[in-house]
C-alpha cells in the first residue's frame, strides 16, 4: 500500500520551505505494515521535481507488488553434452519488473530431489558446471556433461528454485525441473571371442575369424583325414603321401584278391523280392543245398583256392552232386558262375540233357523239365514240354570250358514261353517252347542230371535263383557286377544336414587319375588340378578318337579331325566296355571311317589303342581286322586285327613283297569273350615297333607277311626297314574288316584312339589304367540317424533313380545322362537333377563301389609292386548346409534407458535369408515386437524381428518391458543351404524419453 499526506502550503510560505536535510530523514523512523514489512522510507532528492519542494505529496511505499514468477517450462528433458532449451523465468507482467514497474533480481538453486523444496537449502545455480543463470533476465541455460549423469540406465533429476526480488525487498519463487540422460553408442563386435562374453552352439556357429557366421555341416570326406567313418568291405583308407580310398583286406575280404561287393545274396540284386535262393558257398558242406548223403563220397567240396566272389567255391570232381528242392516252375532266372575245362560229349550235344548237368530238373523221357548243361565246352539250356512232346534248347556259340570264370545265366518267362541263354552277360539265344508247369521234377540237381552217371569236373560259385525272368538289361549288369575279379565296396558315414526335408543336390569324386573314363574330346588333356597325380599332355598329338556310344546316325570323331563314320547295318549300342559299343557279326559288317588323311602316317610315328572283346577262335592264318587303311599283301597301309586268337599288327611297304613289311602277332590270347585293351605304338625316330595287351607288352612273334625288322625282347627293331609306309591304300579307313570285303572281326569294339606320335610306355599303361581301374557310386537319403528306415539296405540309387545302376566316369561329360556330349578334363560332378533325380531328407549316404581289373603291378601301396586301384582322393557332398537360424547371445549388459537405434554390418557373405533379434533386460526373458506390442517370444527364428522393423519399435520397449540392462539375442538367419555371416551390431539410445 502506498501512504498519502496531504498538506497545504499557505502564503506567502513556498513549497520550497518544505525541502529536507537529507533523503535520508525519514530513514530513523518505523513505518510497517501489519504484517512487519518496512516501507521504501527513502525520500526523493531535495530539489528534484517529485521532491516535496516540488510541491509533490509524501508517498511512502510498502510491499505491494510481490512478483509472481513463471518459468517458460516446469520440467525438460535432457541429454548429456547437448545444451537445454533456455528456462526463462519472469514475472506474471510477463517481464522482470513487478507490477509497480521495480526491477526484480533473480537467484538460482538445485538439489536432485523433486519435491519443491530445496533440501538442506540447496546448491547455488553458479557451482553446477556447463551452466549459466542470468541473475537479470532470470534465464538459465545448460548442457549436462557425463559427470552431472554418468549412468546409462536411469535419468538423474535436477530440481531449480528460481527466487525474483523486487527493490522493496518482496520477493517471489517458482520451481522447475531437469530430468538428465547420457545418451550411448556402442556395438556388440562379432570379431573375437571369450569364453563369457557369448552365448552359442559352436556345432552350428563358427566364430574362429573376423566375423561371426554359420558352421557348415562336414559334407566332405577328404585326403587330410585318416577316418571317415563308415563301414568297409575290401576297401581301406591307405596314406602315403595322403590319405587315399583303395582296394585293400577290410570288413574280412580282401578287395585286392577277390570281389568283395557283389555276392548274389546282396541287397543289390536285380528283382530282389523274386530272388528265391542266393549261395556263394562260403559256408560248409552242403552249403544251402542238400545231399542224400551228406558225408558220403560224392558231395563236392569246399576250395578255398579258386572263386569268383569272396573266399570259396565248391569244387566238384566228376561224381559229386548236390540238390534243393524245385521252388521254380513257372517263370524263372538261373544264374552260377563256372570254371571248367571238362570236354565232355555226350551225342551231337544239341539238348540240355546231353553232356553233364550244371543245373538241372531233367527227368526221362520229354517231360515238363528244364536245365543247362555242358557238352564238348558248349553251355546248352532248355526245356521240356509234354504238351507238344517237343525239347527246346539254346546252345552257345562257342565252347566254355578254358578253366576260365564264366557266369552262366538261364531264363524263361511263362507267359510267353520265352528262353534265353547268356554267358557272360551275352545273349547266345533264345527259344519258345509253351507255358506249361516245369514241374516235373520236384528237386533241382546241380553237377549233374537226375540218375546221370556223367557229373560236372570243375568250380561253381554264386548261385543264385529267381521266380522271374530277368530282363537282357538286368543279366548285363549283374554280370558287370561280378565278373571284376578286384572289387570294395565302402558305405560312407551318415551325413547329417541338420534338419527335416534337406535338399541334396549331387556329389564330387576327386582321384588321383581317371578312373573308369573316356578319354578326353578335342586333344584335350587332364592334369594335376583335376587329378592329383595325373600327368597332362596325353592328348597331344591325338589324330582320331570314337567313343563309340551312339545308337544312330554318325559315329563323330571326337580328336577333332574330322573322321565321322556313319552308322550302316551294324549293332549300334551295343554294350560296351565304356558305355556302349559296336557289334560286327564277322560276316558282312565293317565301319567305314570315312577317308581322313589324318589317320594316314607315312614314314611317322603314330600310336592306337582299341578296346575289344570276341570270343571267337579264327584258326590257323584266318582274321578279323579291328582296324585297316590297307596293308592288303605288301600295299601301303596299317592295320590291327585278331589272328586266330592272338593280336596282329603290321605295317605295308609300298608292294615291294613281304620281306619289307612288318608283321608281328602276341602272344597272350584275347578270344575269351572278355574286354581286352589292345594298343600298339610305332616309333619311327627309335626305329621301334611295341605291341600291348592289357597294359602290359606283349612278347612279339614275327609273321612270314611281314618279315622286316628284328626282335630284340618284346621290341621289333624296324630301323632297317625303309618301305614301311603307312599310308592308306584303300579308298577308306575301317573298323572291322578290310575294305569292307574281307576279314570281318566279329565281336565289339568300344573306344578306339589313335595318335599321331609314339606313345611311351607309362602313356599306354595310364590308357589301360583309367579304364582297367573304375568307381561306381550310388546315393540315398533317409529319415533316421542311422537309417534304419531302410532296413534292407535297397535304397540306393544311381542314375535311373534305382539300385541297379551306379554313377560313374561315364557321366563325366557335359551330357552326362546321355554321354552324348564332351567329355570333360575335371575329376567327376555328379549333379543329380541332370538326371530329373530329387533327393530330400536330413541324412544322406554314399557308397562307392571298387573295382580292378589290372594285374600289371605298376603301383606301389608299401609293399612293393602292386595292380593299381582306383584312387579316390575326396569325396564331396553338395550343397552345403548350415543350421536354420541358430541364435548367438551377447552376454556382456549394455546399461540403457531407452533404445532408439540399430545398425547391422554384415560379413563377406552377407546373409540371403536376413538376420533377426530378440531383446531381453535380464538375458533369460526374450521378447519381439508381435507387430502391436512387445511380447514374450518362444526363442524361435519366427517370434524374431528384422532390423528395419526393429528400428520402428524400439524406442517402446523400455516403457513396455523395462529398462536397465538391455541383451541382444542374434538369430543367423538360414535356408538351410545359404551361409549368413555377421561382422557387428551397433547399438545407440537414450536419445528419447
Known sequence: TTLVFDYTVASPAKSLDLDYASTASLTGGTIKDSVGN???????????????????????????????????????????????????????????????????????FFDNTVNSAMDSGGTACSSLANSTFNSSTGVFSWAPTATQQAAYDTAKNYEFLITGSSPANVSGTVYFTVKVIRPFATSIPY?????????????????????????????????????????????????????????????????????????????????LSNRVKAEGFEGTVPFGLTHPDPTGPNVPQKDGGAWKAWYSSVRFDGNDWLESPNTIVDSFTTNIWIKT???????????FTQGTGIISTEMVGITNDWGISLCDGYIIAGTGNSTSGLEKAIKSARRYND??????????????????????????GSDTNGSNQLNASGTIYFGTHKNDTLNFLGNMDELVLWNAALTDTEVLNFYERQSPAKVGLY???????????????????????????????????????????????????????????????????????????????????????????????????????????????????????????????????????????????????????????????????????????????????????????????????????????????????????????????????????????????????????????????????????????????????????????????QVKTCTTSNCSDDPTNTAWKGPD????????????????????????????????????????????????????????????????????????????????????????????????????????TLGGQSCSEGIKYQLSINNSNWYYHNGTTWVASNGSYSQSNTLAYLNTKAADFSSIVGRGNLYVKTFLGSSGTSQCEMDKLELGGNLSY
Open 38 to 108: 518496512d516501507a521504501n522510507r527513502t525520500l526523493p532528492t531535495t530539489g528534484s521535481a517529485n521532491s516535496i519542494g516540488g510541491s509533490k505529496n509524501i508517498e511512502i511505499a510498502g510491499d505491494s507488488s510481490i512478483p509472481v514468477l513463471s518459468a517458460s517450462t516446469s520440467a525438460t528433458n535432457a541429454f548429456v553434452t547437448s545444451a537445454i532449451t533456455p528456462v526463462n523465468v519472469n514475472n506474471s507482467t510477463g517481464n522482470d519488473l513487478t507490477n509497480d514497474g521495480r526491477t526484480i533480481t533473480y537467484s538460482c
Open 191 to 271: 570379431d573375437a571371442l571369450s569364453g563369457s562374453s557369448y552365448t552359442y552352439d559352436s556345432s552350428l556357429i563358427d566364430f574362429s575369424g573376423g566375423t561371426v557366421k554359420l558352421s557348415n555341416k562336414d559334407h566332405d570326406d577328404d585326403q587330410y583325414n585318416s577316418n571317415w567313418g563308415g563301414g568297409s568291405s575290401g576297401a581301406l583308407r591307405y596314406n602315403n603321401p595322403y590319405w587315399i580310398l583303395m582296394l585293400g583286406a577290410a570288413g574280412f575280404c580282401p578287395g585286392f584278391a577277390t570281389n568283395c561287393a557283389f555276392s548274389g545274396d546282396g541287397p543289390w540284386v536285380p528283382k
Open 341 to 351: 575245362t571238362q570236354s565232355v560229349v555226350e551225342g551231337p550235344c544239341s539238348l
Open 403 to 428: 578253366n576260365v570264370w564264366h557266369m552262366v545265366t538261364f531264363s524263361r518267362d511263362k507267359t510267353s514261353g520265352v528262353l534265353k541263354l547268356y554267358v557272360d552277360g551275352v545273349l547266345q
Open 491 to 777: 558305405e560312407s558315414r551318415i551325413m547329417d544336414a541338420g534338419y527335416t526335408n534337406a535338399p541334396w543336390t549331387g556329389i564330387a569324386v576327386a582321384t588321383n587319375v581317371p578312373a573308369g573314363k573316356e578319354l578326353p574330346d578335342s586333344a584335350a588333356s587332364e592334369s594335376s588340378s583335376s587329378y592329383g597325380t595325373f600327368a597332362g599332355n596325353l592328348m597331344v598329338g591325338i589324330k582320331a578318337l570314337w567313343h563309340l556310344n551312339e545308337t544312330a546316325g554318325s559315329y563323330p570323331d571326337r580328336s577333332g579331325s574330322g573322321a565321322d563314320a556313319t552308322v550302316i547295318g551294324i549293332t549300334a549300342g551295343a554294350p560296351g566296355r565304356l558305355g556302349k559299343a559296336i557289334y560286327l557279326n564277322g560276316t558282312n559288317q565293317s565301319l567305314n571311317l570315312g577317308n581322313n588323311a589324318a589317320i594316314s602316317f607315312g614314314a611317322g610315328s603314330f600310336s592306337s589303342s582299341f578296346w575289344v572283346r570276341n570270343n571267337k577262335t579264327y584258326g590257323a592264318g584266318a582274321a578279323g581286322r579291328i582296324f585297316s587303311n590297307g596293308l592288303w599283301g605288301s600295299s601301303n597301309g596299317w592295320m590291327v586285327r585278331v589272328l586266330d586268337k592272338y593280336i596282329n599288327f603290321g605295317i605295308g611297304c609300298a608292294n615291294q613283297g613281304a620281306a619289307n613289311c612288318v608283321q608281328i602277332r602276341g602272344s597272350y590270347p584275347i578270344n575269351d569273350n572278355k574286354w581286352h585293351h589292345v594298343m600298339t605304338v610305332t616309333d619311327r625316330t627309335a626305329g621301334l615297333v611295341k605291341l600291348f595287351v592289357d597294359g602290359v607288352q606283349d612278347t612279339p612273334v614275327q609273321i612270314a607277311d611281314g618279315s622286316c625288322g628284328t626282335l630284340s625282347g618284346k621290341d621289333l627293331n624296324i630301323s632297317g626297314c625303309a618301305q614301311l609306309n603307312a599310308n592308306r591304300s584303300i579308298s577308306y579307313n575301317y573298323l572291322g574288316g578290310h575294305d569292307n570285303s574281307s576279314e570281318f572281326y566279329e565281336g565289339s569294339i568300344d573306344e578306339v584312339a589313335i595318335w599321331g606320335r609314339a606313345l611311351s610306355e607309362s602313356e599306354v599303361y595310364s590308357v589301360f589304367r583309367r579304364v582297367a581301374t573304375r568307381f561306381l557310386v
Open 801 to 904: 533313380g534305382t539300385n541297379q545302376t551306379f554313377f560313374s566316369e561315364l557321366n563325366n561329360n557335359t551330357s552326362p545322362s546321355s554321354q552324348g556330349g564332351t567329355v570333360k578334363t575335371t575329376s567327376l560332378q555328379i549333379n543329380f537333377a541332370d538326371y530329373g533325380l530329387t533327393f530330400t531328407g536330413r541324412y544322406f549316404q554314399y557308397k562307392v563301389l571298387l573295382d580292378s581289373e589290372d594285374n600289371v603291378g605298376k603301383c606301389d601301396y608299401g609293399g612293393g609292386a602292386a595292380p593299381c586301384s582306383p584312387e579316390i582322393r575326396s569325396v564331396t557332398v553338395t550343397p552345403e548346409h548350415y543350421a536354420v537360424s541358430p541364435s548367438i547371445v551377447y552376454n556382456t549388459a549394455i546399461p540403457f534407458y531407452t533404445i532408439n537405434t540399430l545398425y547391422e
